[in-house]
């Protein structure tokens, strides 16, 4: 199929924000959508690829077809590397299908107009909870959300959750009320022992619409300004480069590929675009800066008994969170779930959910027109090692009234920062690269109506415009902020 050469709103990318904004916009049948998305698509569930469909797998690995992976540095001195989805649905198509929301404390942080009262009914239009009714949830969304009985639940999960009480932590039965804290159910966005991401909630029932184009395949290169309005975007259509005309560009890349992209189109730190003999369309030094992330370590275990067999077991089911810290009993190593990777044990996640480090996402000397150069700068702050360290005990502690069952057994370790750093990683959760803010913050980068400062028909709808990392996993969030952003950019537009 070949792709119109004009729209009246581009959306770049068709990832978990990208499917709600293009199926959301595209209700009005007299606006033309087109949706270029780079990785792979599928215009039904019956084409979806078996990896994609299965929410027990998280499908990631070296081999995969339906990701990017960039180098990062976690800290100055550790380096690993980084996947995100490539594919209709994005990073929500390869996820571990845990579905939990933003609580209302995270919200104070946001700008007024996107406190918990103003998002909640986003929210709700979002899902169908099967569970839950009552003020805080939906019941006609396009994202069903379950949570798995504890008679349900690999032991292990259950064991957690019993330890968790015993600890004196609270029973939290449902992570998706406004103050939600303690152990309980993960909310997960599977149906039927299907991963329903936005692409197969949002995206597929809208595919029929003659107004809505999805096109798959199609790399975007650069966005087209004239002056400080974007009228188009330069992309890369197999090996043929196109230009396509649009009267509103929307930008669903992700938290690393929209920071990139707005780079390369000449906007960010103009001192930056200088040294990249990048032509400056505005100085946005915000662009990429700010970039975070949920840290991880992994606290190993061994099973003393023989191990559960997990078919149809998600890969996370219960949650402890306490403040800022989540701590996560996965249900298989991972070695079992990302197809490819080395051996490793089975671990509990300890999880910074509000770290204070920042990082960046920028243009690489190295790499001109290439991937980014990404840095972390994870535990810079003092904040972060000890919130960490208080993590790692709560974790230790949990696992030692486990390990009295008789159903596991720890290695000794002394969790010294070496072992630490050595075992750091990441949740990738990425966010903040290009935060919502006013137009007299220095670090802002969209207003709070997502269009881009300094320029006009320009908007960012995806995680990099979360103003802090959610203190739970993003989807949930991504997925609401892309329902209420696909009305502001839709009035936006006709402005
Ligand atoms: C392995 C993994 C597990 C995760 N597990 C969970 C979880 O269980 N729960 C949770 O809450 N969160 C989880 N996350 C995070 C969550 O899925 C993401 O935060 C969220 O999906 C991001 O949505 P997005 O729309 O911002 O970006 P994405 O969903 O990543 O979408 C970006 C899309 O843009 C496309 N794109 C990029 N550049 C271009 C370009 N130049 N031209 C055209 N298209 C382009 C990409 O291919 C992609 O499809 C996980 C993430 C990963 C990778």
């Not at 404390?105 to 009552?134: M, N």
Request: hydrophobic share 40%; aromatic share 6%.
């Amino acid at each position: 199929m070949s792709v119109p050469d004009r729209a009246d709103f581009v959306v770049v990318g068709g990832g978990t924000t990208g499917c709600v904004v293009a199926a959301r916009l595209s209700e009005d049948p007299a606006a033309q959508v087109l949706l270029l998305e780079a990785g792979s698509g599928y215009r039904s569930t019956v084409d979806l690829p078996g990896v994609l469909d299965d929410p027990y797998l998280l499908p990631v690995g070296p081999a995969s077809e339906h990701t990017w992976t960039y180098p990062v540095e976690l800290t100055p001195s550790r380096r690993a590397t980084v996947s995100r989805g490539r594919t209709l649905g994005g990073s929500g198509a390869v996820n571990g299908a845990y579905f939990a929301r933003a609580t209302r404390t995270d919200f104070d942080l946001w700008p007024d107009s996107w406190s918990y009262e103003k998002v909640l009914p986003y929210f709700r239009k979002s899902e169908t909870d099967h569970d839950f009714g009552g003020p805080y949830h939906g019941d006609n969304g396009p994202i069903p959300v379950r949570r798995r009985q504890l008679d349900d639940m690999h032991p292990f999960s259950s064991r957690f959750h019993d330890a968790a009480l015993a600890a004196g932590f609270p029973e939290d039965a449902d992570k998706n009320a406004p103050d939600s804290n303690g152990v309980g159910p993960v909310p997960l966005n599977i149906s039927d022992h299907r991963r329903i991401s936005t692409a197969v909630g949002y995206l597929l029932p809208a595919m029929g619409r003659r107004n809505l184009t999805v096109d798959v395949g199609v790399t975007v290169l650069r966005i087209v300004f004239s002056g400080t309005r974007a009228v188009g975007v330069d992309v890369l259509d197999g090996t043929a480069l196109r230009r396509i005309r649009g009267r509103h560009i929307v930008v669903c890349s992700g938290a690393v590929a929209t920071p990139l992209l707005l780079l390369t189109s000449g906007v960010g730190s103009a001192d930056q675009l200088v040294a990249h003999d990048v032509p400056v369309v505005v100085d946005l030094p915000g662009v990429g800066q700010g970039f975070v992330d949920h840290p991880e370590v992994l606290l190993p275990y061994r099973y003393s008994v023989p191990e559960a067999l997990r078919p149809q077991t998600p890969v996370l089911e219960m949650a402890l969170n306490d403040a800022d810290l989540e701590i996560r009993p996965y249900t298989a190593s991972f070695t079992d779930l990302v197809p490819g990777i080395p051996q490793m044990d089975h671990g509990i996640g300890v999880v910074l959910m509000a770290p204070r480090s920042r990082g960046t996402v920028e243009l690489d000397p190295k790499a001109p027109g290439g991937s980014p150069r990404i840095r972390y700068n994870y535990v810079d702050s003092a904040h972060d090692r000890r919130v960490l360290r208080r993590g790692i005990q709560i974790a230790e502690d949990l696992l030692e009234t486990i390990a009295k069952t008789g159903m596991i057994r720890r290695p000794e370790i002394e969790y010294s920062d070496e072992w630490i750093e050595s075992r750091l990683g990441t949740s990738l959760h990425m966010s903040g690269s290009c935060v919502m803010g006013s137009e007299f913050d220095p670090d802002a980068v969209v207003n709070d109506r997502c269009s881009v400062l300094g320029v006009e028909a320009l908007s960012i709808v995806d995680t990099s415009i979360m103003p802090v990392i959610p203190t739970r996993g993003p989807h949930a969030t991504a997925v609401m902020l892309a329902e209420r952003a696909s009305e502001l950019v839709r009035d936006a537009a006709r402005a």
